[in-house]
C-alpha cells in the first residue's frame, strides 16, 4: 500500500499546484480567478486521488497533469484550433469550433476569449456588423474583472479596423486610443499608435476626409 499512498499524495500535490499556479497566472493576466476553473481542477484531482488512494489504480503522475490540463484548459484548446482555422481562411470550420466551444461550459473569462477570436474571425471574413457589434459587447464589459488585458487590447483593436473599413474614422480613432490607454507596450499598441499616425497625416494633408 505504500506505493498507492505515495502516488495518491502526489496526484493530490499536483492537482493544487496546477491550482496555484494557474490561478496566479489568471490574477496576472488580470482576468480574476475562475471559480469554475478551481471547482473542476479539485474535483478531477479527488476523483484521481480517490482511484489511487481507495482503489489502489496507478495513475501516471504525468497523465493525470497532462489530462487535468485537457479537461480544465478544454475552451481555450478550442478557441486556438478555431483561431488556427481562421488564419488559414477556412471561417466555416473556425465558426463552428468556437459555437462549440461555446456549449463547453465556459467561465466568464473564456466566454470573453471566445468572443474576441469569434469577432476578429468575423472581421477576417469581411462580416463587418456582426463582427462590430461581438466585440463592442466585449469592450463594454470591460469592467467586470475577467476579460484580461491582452483581450481587452485585441479587442479594441479588431474593433477600431472594423470601424476603418467601414470608413468612421472617429470611432476607430476612439477605439485605437482605447489600446493605448489599456495596454502600451502592447504589439496591439504599437500597430494602432501607427494606425494612429497614418491616420493624422490622412488628416492633415485632406482635411475633408473626416468622419462626421
Not at 473564456?110 to 476578429?120: A, D, K, L, P, R
Request: charge should be positive; glycine fraction near 6%.
Amino acid at each position: 500500500m505504500e506505493v498507492p499512498m505515495a502516488l495518491h499524495f502526489m496526484i493530490l500535490l499536483i492537482g493544487f499546484a496546477y491550482i496555484v499556479l494557474f490561478g496566479g497566472l489568471s490574477l496576472l493576466r488580470r482576468e480574476g480567478l475562475s471559480a469554475r476553473f478551481a471547482i473542476e481542477a479539485l474535483i478531477f484531482t479527488g476523483l484521481a486521488s480517490g482511484l489511487v488512494g481507495l482503489l489502489g489504480f496507478k495513475v501516471h503522475p504525468v497523465l493525470f497533469l497532462f489530462t487535468l490540463y485537457l479537461v480544465t484548459m478544454r475552451v481555450r484548446l478550442l478557441v486556438d484550433i478555431g483561431t488556427l482555422f481562421a488564419r488559414r481562411g477556412r471561417f466555416k470550420p473556425a465558426e463552428r469550433i468556437y459555437q462549440f466551444a461555446a456549449q463547453v461550459w465556459p467561465d466568464q473569462t473564456c466566454s470573453f476569449v471566445i468572443q474576441v477570436n469569434y469577432g476578429t474571425m468575423l472581421l477576417q471574413a469581411g462580416r463587418l456588423e456582426e463582427a462590430i457589434t461581438m466585440l463592442k459587447s466585449v469592450t463594454e464589459k470591460s469592467d467586470s474583472g475577467f476579460l484580461g488585458v491582452k483581450y481587452e487590447s485585441a479587442a479594441h483593436y479588431n474593433l477600431a479596423v472594423a470601424y476603418m473599413r467601414q470608413n468612421k474614422q472617429a470611432q476607430a480613432v476612439r477605439e485605437f486610443n482605447s489600446v493605448l490607454d489599456t495596454w502600451p507596450s502592447s504589439e496591439f499598441a504599437h500597430q494602432a499608435s501607427t494606425a494612429l499616425e497614418r491616420h493624422q497625416r490622412k488628416s492633415t494633408s485632406d482635411p475633408e476626409n473626416l468622419d462626421k
